[in-house]
Structure formats: C-alpha cells, structure tokens
C-alpha cells in the first residue's frame, strides 16, 4: 500500500530556511499530485502547495508562500521536497504531505493518502 513518511521538520529563526521530504513508499506516482498542507491547533488545514507527477514540476502555491517556499521530486529517492525560504512565524504548523491520483488541487478534502506529518516551529 502507499505510505507517506514527512521529515526535516524543526525549529528556526525567523529568516531562516528548511527543506521538508515526503517519502513515498509502495507505490511510484507517473501522475496525480503530492501536496504539502499545513495546520495550526484549533484552524482548518491550509494547503501550501502541490507537485503535479505528469508534469514534472510545482503547481498551486498558496499566496501566503508565493515566491518563498519551492517543491521539487528526486525520482531516485521516491521523494518531493518543500524547500521554504524566508521564514516567519506564521510559518508556525504541523506539515502534511498528501497523495492523490488525479491531477493538483490545494483543498484537503481531496486527498485520501496522507502523512504523519512533521513539525516547524519558527520563533521569532
């Protein structure tokens, strides 16, 4: 079965970077998307931004995070990255990575595969 494994979460600066990996395990994605969620105790899970598999690049960035945070894909490793730049504390979340085999799309409900998710904690 298809398994998701987030990691790279941490604590930074404010004005500091890190790159989050979604392992995927049991399955190599040709197409549909892998998208990044995040969510804050008590607030409904935002979707960050998404990897469209078929094209081969990022799609769909939230506006809190154009031009900050990137996504890319390691074939060898099975892998997609969120590399965020620029941190701020409302940055502050629990990082979801998400799988679905239909094309890219940043609401969480559409989503049937899912993470454990890891955590970032930017302080300021």
């Known amino acids: 079965r298809v398994q998701l494994v987030e990691s790279g979460g941490g604590s930074v600066q404010a004005g500091g970077s890190l790159r989050l990996s979604c392992k995927v395990s049991?399955?190599?994605?040709?197409?549909?998307?892998l998208a990044w969620f995040r969510q804050v105790p008590g607030k409904e899970r935002e979707g960050v931004a998404a990897?469209?598999?078929?094209?081969?690049?990022?799609?769909d960035f939230a506006d809190s995070v154009k031009g900050r945070f990137t996504v890319s894909q390691d074939n060898a490793k099975n892998t997609v990255y969120l590399h965020m730049t620029t941190l701020n504390p409302e940055a502050t979340a629990m990082y979801y990575c998400?799988?679905?085999?239909?094309?890219?799309?940043?609401?969480?409900?559409?989503?049937?595969?899912w993470g454990q998710g890891t955590q970032v904690t930017v302080s300021s």
């Open positions: 049991g399955y190599t994605y040709t197409s549909g998307c």
């Open positions: 998400a799988a679905r085999s239909a094309t890219c799309y940043l609401a969480s409900s559409s989503y049937n595969i």
């Open positions: 990897f469209d598999f078929e094209l081969g690049s990022s799609t």
